[in-house]
Structure formats: C-alpha cells, structure tokens
C-alpha cells in the first residue's frame, strides 16, 4: 500500500516537474513574447529575435475605411511573426493590402533589460512606404529595440470628406496616417515592456515624409508623453517651414475629398455618399497616386486630386509647427536634424530668371550667391536652390527654433557617398534618403558587393551617433568624434563627408542665411 502511494507521489512530483520546465522554457524562450492581444512566436538571426507584422489595430476596412485605428482584435494560442505582413496601399508593386495596420520588433537576444526603444517612421511623400526596406537588425544588436510600423498612406490615410465627420463628429478625421502612427506609439507604451524595451526611454525617427511625422508628433498635444527623443531625417510633408510644404488648411482639404469624389460620379454628403465611397476598391482609391507625380504636383504646386497630404484638423495637428515651439507649445524633447548635400529639391523654374525670382527682392544677391560667374548649369542651380529652400534651411530653422526654446539639438550635414558611385556624375553628392543605409548600418544596401571598407566604417559611425542619442538623448558615444550641440546664430555643423566626420563652418552658410531673410527672419 505504502509503495502505491510513494508511486503516486512520484509520478504527480514527475507530472509537475515536466509542466515546470515546459512551462519555464516557454516563458524563456526568447522566440515567444506575450502582447496584451496576444501570444507572438518570432525569429532569431545572429543575435537578434524579430516578430514582424503584429497587428496594433483593427484592419481599416468596411465601415473602419476612413475611421480612426480601433484596438486590435485579441488572438488564441501563437501568431507566428516570422514575415512581413503586407504593405498599406500604395501604387508600388509590392505585397500590400488594404488590411496592414502591423508593425515589427527587434530586439537583442542577450538578455539585457530594459532597453531603450527606437521607433522608425518611413517617408514617402505621404503616398507609398514600406516597412520591410528598412530591417533593423544591424541596429538592435547595438544594444537597443527597434520598431517600425506601417500606415495609411495616400487617399486612404489623408482624407478628409465632410461625409466622415457627419458619421463620427466626436472622432477625429482626415489625418488618418498620423492617428494610425500615434496608435502605433500607444501599442508600444502598452506593450514593449515585454519585449525588454523601456517605455520611458521612446526615440522617434523618420526621413522625409516620416521626418515630417516626427515633427507632427512634436508638436500634437494628442502625442504627448508617446516618446521621450527625436531624430527628424531630411523632414518633409511638412517641412518645418510651413510656408515651403505645408499643412493643408481642413476646409481646402474637405473640398479637395469632395471634388476627387464628384470626379468618381459620388456626389453628395450623407450617408449615401458615404457608403458609395466605402464600396470603392482600395485599388481605385490608390489610383494616381504615385510619389513621384506626387513630388511633381508639389513642385508644381498643383496637389493630386484628392491627395491632401497631411493638415490641420483642430484634433491630431492643430497650429503649425514653428508657431507651437515657438509659443513652447511642443514635447520639449533633444533632438537631431538635418538633411543631405544634394537633398530633394522641390520647385518648377523653367530658365535662371524664373528661378531666381522666387527670391523676390534678394533676386540679384541670389545670383551672386548660386551663379557668380553667369555660368552655371540651370538644372544644377535648380538642384541647389530648392533642395535649399525644400530641406536644408528649414532643417536649421528648425534647430534654431529649438535651441532658443532651450532644449538640446544636433544639427548634421550628410554628404558621405559610396566609393564605388562617387565617378558617377549622378552622385555628386548624397540625394534624398541616401543617408539611411548608413544610419542604419546597412551600407550594401545601396552598392551590394561593391560595398567597401570605408562605407561600413562610415555605416558603423552613423549608426553610432544614432544609437547613443537612443540610449542617452545625447549622440556622443566613445570613441566618436564629439557632436557639440547646435547654438543659434553658431555656424558649426557636423557633416559626414568622404574624408570622415567633420565639425567646422557649414559651407553653405550664406545661402541659407539668404534663405533666412527671404522667409522675414
């Protein structure tokens, strides 16, 4: 009888035992987190655990078209998170659907918690973006988390017809890719902890139209306390001069939704009109909205039908930015920004006249700044002046204003091009989003196998800066050459050139201080 119950106590002792380390394994496995919607089984690589495409809304679609992002809904058992989901819609022919609201994580498998956060934001004109160009691996294993998450784009996340507020008058509308980003950044406050990420410690960045981004969430009182630094990466749609790329006033933007839908034969704005434009194919919606006919339009000044862009909704996005910071009505957060040596130049002149009269009265000191001899190529006097006017003044405008505010800011020059491009006369310097292989630390992305000794040095050295200012709010880091911080009226600048990182004179001082006299300041 004794030996009966000795079995019995040993096979239930067994029966907890094997639960026990079942259980702590699952909980130790570094491949399986648990989120508040669920249980995610990720991917390890070379010392870093991935889980792409997780879903931080409800996907956008029926009666959610058009709709702020809705809680996700919750799963049963493990969602595998080894791929990327499919991209938000966009003319690109690339895996997408109208159902993408998903983001990634990355994370280091050395079991170092917690870990600051690093949240990427894509450009693209505010019409195309895909997550899955920009894997963070090389990032994460630096000591960090990194996410990155897709967002409605185009006619479907920038939208604005009067239809949407008679539905929903207590939700916000229009600015729907900036909701769906904000609810992106709310996912991870809720939920990054578990992933051994700090939600105290959120650094938000992005190039372009998602330096743009960053800059909305600067300065929207709706973001507050979502991130705790910021990287702004050539910003864009806006730009920080709101008279140069701006927002679009909420009025013009209703009627450009009304006008884009009387062109489909969708009149009206009730109900009916509504659900008629629900009941359009998210591919018909996408129709015409290709980013470079969108970067056209804009130089041109003549915005695609329907295709707002971001605006001023008196909810997500209420002032322009400079006005808020000036005003101190802005996260108060360190910062780093800057743009490219041969940046996006955004503008139409179709002789020298024509180009610099758009300095007004400055017209004949521009001349003798841009084109002293008389001499110069109108296409590269169009390059300099609008990627002047487009990118690089109002990144320093944008330092200037943060610097008097009283905060920390880093402003930076990027002009470092690959070796194997630099005989190639379209390369003369660093174009539009050139920079991110290397503040990425993927310097093959751009040559492949023609990749370099130099390039990686200079892809180590970017993403350094980038990763200290991620974990400190301050870019030095050992063994960097010190990045002093930005002081107005100061002409220092750190520039990545071919000969290495340098700090002196920005070179193109005069030009921008001209710049600076033409906006009245």
Known sequence: MRSVQILKLVTVFAIVFVQATVGGTAAHDPTIVKTTSGSLRGTISNGV????????????????????PQPPNPWTGVRDAAKFGPECMQTDDVPKSEDCLTLNVWRPTDGKTPLPVMVWIYGGALVHGQTSLYPADNLAKQGVVVVSMNYRMGRLGFFAHPAFLKEKPNEPHGNYGYMDQRAALQWVQRNIAAFGGDPKQVTIFGESAGGGSVLTHLTSPLSRGLFTRAILQSPGIPTPRANVVGYTDVATAQQMAVDYAKSLGIDGTDTTTLKALRALSAEKVTDGTDAKVEVGALSAGKPLIGVAGSMIDGTIVVERPEAAIAAGRWAKVPIIIGANDRDLAVGVANSKDEL???????ADEARKLYDPDGNGNLDELKQQVFADRTMTEPARHLADLVARAGQPVWLYRFSYVAEALR??????????????????????????????AADKKMAET???????????GDPDGAGQLVWPQYQSGVDRILNFTNNGVVVGSDPIKARLDLWREVWGE
């Open 49 to 68: 655990a991935s889980f792409k495409a997780i879903p931080y809304a409800k996907p956008p679609i029926g009666e959610l078209r058009w709709r702020a």
């Open 462 to 472: 970017a993403s350094a800066y980038w990763i200290a200012f991620g974990k400190t």
């Open 356 to 362: 610099f009269a758009i300095f007004g009265s400055h």
């Open 423 to 452: 005989s190639n006369p379209a390369w003369q310097g660093t174009p539009h989003g050139m920079e991110i292989p290397y503040t990425f630390d993927l310097p093959a992305a751009i040559v492949k196998d023609k990749v370099t």
